[in-house]
């Protein structure tokens, strides 16, 4: 399975942006897909994650901010980031749980300025 994921950038506190992470390749029987977090000088986080059956969980920090969905016709998960933070600031990694492996994306950066 490989994935790229879309849509890191600058944004101003208060801001909005929305992530894609789309997986190709052998995407049959994916379970879980996840989106993690590495902030300068942090240890990576969980930020949300949504399993097969559209159940989501959200990290505290994330919880009314975020929204974790998925597109199982197009392998896709997304996450819609609003009042942005700067302390959101990190490299997003999309992540998918197949069986008993796991597959990483690359990250995208998400910058957000005070």
């Known amino acids: 399975v490989q994935l790229q994921a879309f849509g890191g950038g600058l944004v101003q506190a208060g801001g909005s942006l929305r992530l894609s992470c789309a997986a190709s390749?052998?995407?049959?029987?994916?379970?879980?897909m996840n989106w993690y977090r590495r902030a300068p000088g942090k240890q990576r986080e969980l930020v949300a994650g949504i399993n097969s059956g559209g159940s989501t969980n959200y990290a505290d920090s994330v919880k009314g901010r975020f929204t974790i969905s998925r597109d199982n016709a197009k392998n896709t998960v997304y996450l819609q980031m609003n009042s942005l933070k700067p302390e959101d600031t990190a490299v997003y990694y999309c992540?998918?749980?197949?069986?008993?492996?796991?597959?990483w994306g690359q990250g995208t950066l998400v910058t957000v300025s005070s």
């Open positions: 390749g052998s995407t049959s029987s994916i379970n879980a």
């Open positions: 992540n998918v749980q197949k069986g008993l492996w796991t597959y």
